[in-house]
């Protein structure tokens, strides 16, 4: 995380130096759709959810702007500028809600430059507590004060508040300074990827694989936690503004394929994990499929809950976008929290297949990580060398996952 409490220039020196950790650690069989709504058992009948009716969008999910008092340079309109610059399609503005004691509704949300024709901006706030830091996202505004106003109280009746708000709540950063200390039970999603510095979230990729292996079904999300913006003139410069530079809007970008363009699409994709996490908002999108019957017809997604039938199943990892030509991309696959195998990725869409059995006597899940050459972000320059050969990573496919857990 880059937070001004913290000596950057340390950080950045450790991270300059340090190696990027590798990851070691459509039709069938009826596929969980992106409805929240769950079935009943992971045996009874799925709905299929569709591959081809959606689109992707992408964007950041936390970043904080002037009304959290530490950060500098970043009116909200300067964030939704450089968002709508570089092709940003959502945001969501998650200021510290313990600088306005809960009162998110009559700062950020009703700050004038909290409009935008161009980015679905979403509506939420990084819940700051002593037990750590959550951020809630929410397609229409909700009483944010309500959560606040119960964070020291016990998780069930914490739990209460949130599931009668109606909104997302996701574990920032969970495994640094200000872990998340609270129930996981509580959550939808977890920030696997916090900043531009990938090698720093390796703990916080062995939470999820734990979580996902207790059968937890819980969407990896990334999130550039970008406090500091380019200042405007030499006279607003500060001591956090060179931040800016190395961490901005979209280090990490989250990728959701929604079935619309609204802010309600968004969270549901969240919500039920199609979802997969670039460098930046120029680097390729990661796609994962399944084809669960080998017809050559891609059957599910990244984020689709299914049950195994016993029979091999082929999975297909593609990158689409601003590929490096004759670039070598190595795709790493995790099978229940170990590594399955590595397999290059090429073709002009890079492209790798792989096959496997999930077993029908448990729960199974697969996901991808993918390493290969960097992709510039001109508007934040010094980001691609602290990303290093990270590319991306996907969300997990399921088999015999509860979908009433």
């Given at each position: 995380m880059f ?8 950080l ?9 950790m ?11 759709s992106?409805?929240?709504k769950?079935?009943a ?18 964007g950041d999910l ?10 500098t ?14 092709g ?9 809600d ?15 430059e ?11 706030a ?14 229409k ?9 119960v964070?020291?109280?016990r ?9 009668d ?13 200000d872990?998340?200390g ?12 916090n900043?531009?510095?990938w090698?720093n979230n ?16 819980l ?8 406090h ?7 006279d ?14 979209g280090?990490?970008?989250?990728w ?10 968004v969270?549901d994709?969240?919500?039920?994990g ?13 796609e ?15 984020g ?25 991309y190595?795709?790493?696959?995790v ?8 397999f ?48 991306g ?9 509860d979908?009433n857990?």
């Amino acid at each position: 995380m880059f937070k001004n409490t913290r000596n950057l220039s340390l950080l950045l020196g450790i991270a300059w130096t340090a190696s990027l950790m590798s990851m070691t650690s459509c039709r069938s069989p009826a596929v969980l759709s992106q409805s929240t709504k769950r079935p009943a058992a992971v045996g009874a009948p799925l709905p299929i959810a569709s591959l081809t009716q959606g689109v992707w969008l992408k964007g950041d999910l936390h970043v904080h702007s002037r009304h959290s008092t530490e950060s500098t340079n970043n009116p909200i309109a300067k964030i939704i500028a450089f968002s709508k610059a570089v092709g940003i399609d959502y945001l969501c503005i998650t200021d510290h809600d313990n600088h306005v004691k809960g009162d998110v509704a009559h700062h950020t949300w009703a700050d004038p430059e909290f409009t935008s024709d161009a980015v679905l901006l979403l509506y939420g706030a990084e819940w700051t507590t002593t037990r750590g830091h959550g951020n809630v996202f929410s397609a229409k505004p909700y009483d944010h004060q309500r959560l606040y106003d119960v964070r020291d109280q016990r998780d069930v009746a914490i739990g209460a508040v949130k599931k009668d708000l109606g909104i997302h709540l996701s574990a920032n950063h969970p495994s640094g300074k200000d872990h998340f200390g609270y129930s996981y039970d509580m959550l939808e999603s977890l920030e696997v990827w916090n900043s531009v510095l990938w090698a720093n979230n390796a703990n916080a990729i062995m939470i999820w694989d734990d979580m996902l292996s207790s059968g937890r079904k819980l969407t990896g999300r990334g999130g550039s936690d970008a406090h500091h913006g380019v200042p405007d003139t030499p006279d607003k410069t500060t001591e956090n503004s060179k931040q800016a530079k190395a961490n901005y809007v979209g280090t990490p970008t989250t990728w959701v394929f929604a079935t619309a363009r609204t802010s309600q699409a968004v969270v549901d994709a969240l919500t039920n994990g199609r979802v997969s996490v670039s460098t930046n908002p120029f680097a390729p999108r990661v796609e994962f499929y399944a084809d669960l019957d080998q017809d050559g017809t891609m059957d599910m997604m990244m984020g689709d809950n299914t049950k195994a039938t016993g029979q091999a199943v082929k999975f297909r990892v593609q990158l689409t976008g601003n590929t490096v030509s004759e670039g070598a991309y190595t795709v790493s696959v995790v099978k229940n929290g170990g590594k399955l195998g590595t397999f290059p990725a090429t073709g002009p869409t890079p492209t790798a297949e792989f096959t496997d059995t999930p077993a029908t006597d448990g729960r199974t899940y697969y996901r991808v990580v993918v390493e290969g050459p960097p992709t510039a972000y001109p508007q934040v320059p010094e980001s691609a060398a602290l990303s290093g050969n990270m590319v991306g990573l996907s969300n997990p496919i399921y088999f015999n996952f509860d979908p009433n857990f």
